[in-house]
């Protein structure tokens, strides 16, 4: 089937950037959200809207995205879904996620939810820049060269 691009689109910055590099790789992209979004009208880019949910739109990206394929998304556990599938998972800011990483990953968001079942007050994360943005790219281009080497 081929490299496939899968957002969670909800709340990500960098859709038209992922369109862009779609585009010039001829990569289908299926952007996946809770609710109605705009998106290009091309045949390569499909909008998925799944029903309102907890982990409705996670349940549908972890249930198709496989090896050679990129998950871009800001959901820790999704994203250890996805890399246990054989896919990829990249945050919008550039993060790559990692056997190696997605483990400390899970246990910082364990703690940060504990923390706030007991009133903690807990930061969010930093603000979205342009370094960010950049970022992305560089590892979303990286992601696809090795998706395509490893696209059954």
């Known amino acids: 089937m081929g490299t496939t691009l899968y957002i969670d689109a909800d709340a990500c910055p960098v859709k038209e950037e992922i369109y862009r590099v779609a585009r010039r790789c001829g990569l289908k992209v299926f952007v996946v959200s809770n609710a109605w979004i705009n998106v ?30 990129v998950a871009i998304t800001s959901d820790i556990p999704l994203a250890d879904r996805c890399l246990k599938a054989g896919a990829q998972a990249i945050r919008p800011n550039g993060q790559v996620f990692s056997a190696d990483s997605i483990g400390s990953a899970l246990a910082g968001r364990m703690i940060g939810e504990h923390l706030r079942s007991v009133g903690a007050v807990t930061g969010g994360p930093p603000p979205f820049a342009a370094a960010d943005r950049s970022r ?5 281009d990286a992601a696809v060269v090795r998706a395509l080497r490893a696209a059954p």
Do not use: N, Y
């Open 136 to 140: 992305f790219l560089q590892a979303l």
């Open 40 to 69: 290009p009208r091309e045949p390569l880019i499909e909008q998925v809207v799944v029903d309102a949910g907890s982990d409705v739109a996670d349940d549908w990206i972890a249930e198709r995205a496989g090896v050679g394929d």
